[in-house]
């Protein structure tokens, strides 16, 4: 029986994750399986895997084929320098004592190089946060800058009233009090003009 090593789909929409199967190479792609060696997550930042290394280097030696994506994430695994070490020692190129160290040291590098990405992708994730922080405060000051003027403006437009308003009353006043001026001097002018005819009546009897 053929053998491959696939991708099952799992997860929500717009959200999916796989688990990472042996199946025969003639069964549906998320139909029955034989083997589960782990779970594949490329929603995280650098991709999350869990994966069982000796059951898949075991499935690999025997002769299992990956789908491209697999192989892919096999490799990143160490799964293919594992069997590449083991390879070397049936070639008498290296003792088979040697290949842990070989293995672990290149594992070590392959370590360091992930905690590289991901701290990348920290300063990336922080660096963004910063940049739509402060748009956001631009964006709000501006905000805040048109509703001052605003404001300014309707303050300035309520004072010119106000002082156009005081000005009219001003100019009303002075008015109304020119107009009781005149009133009390006719009063007076026309009081004057009576008093003589008032005295000169008795001399006329």
């Known amino acids: 029986m053929a053998t491959k090593i696939r991708l099952q789909r799992n997860g929500r929409k717009n959200y999916a994750f796989y688990a990472i199967v042996i199946a025969d190479s003639r069964a549906p792609r998320d139909g029955k399986f034989i083997e589960k060696l782990g779970t594949y997550n490329p929603n995280t930042n650098p991709a999350t895997v869990d ?34 070490l083991l390879g070397g020692v049936k070639k008498g190129a290296f003792a088979e004592t040697e290949v842990e160290t070989k293995f672990n040291a290149w594992k070590q590098q392959k370590l360091g190089k992930l905690n590289d990405v991901k701290q990348k992708a920290e300063e990336s994730k922080k660096a963004e946060e910063k940049r739509l922080f402060e748009a956001e405060q631009k964006v709000n000051e501006a905000k805040a800058k048109v509703l001052a003027d605003k404001k300014a403006a309707e303050n300035a437009e309520k004072a010119a009233k106000e002082a156009e308003a005081a000005k009219v009353a001003e100019e009303a006043a002075k008015a109304e009090e020119k107009a009781a001026e005149a009133i009390k001097a006719d009063q007076a002018a026309a009081a004057a003009a009576e008093a003589p005819a008032v005295e000169e009546a008795p001399k006329a009897e």
């Open 51 to 84: 994966l069982n290394f000796d059951k898949a280097l075991d499935w690999v030696l025997k002769g299992a084929q990956p789908t491209d994506t697999v192989r892919t994430i096999l490799s990143r695994e160490g799964i293919y320098m594992k069997k590449h």
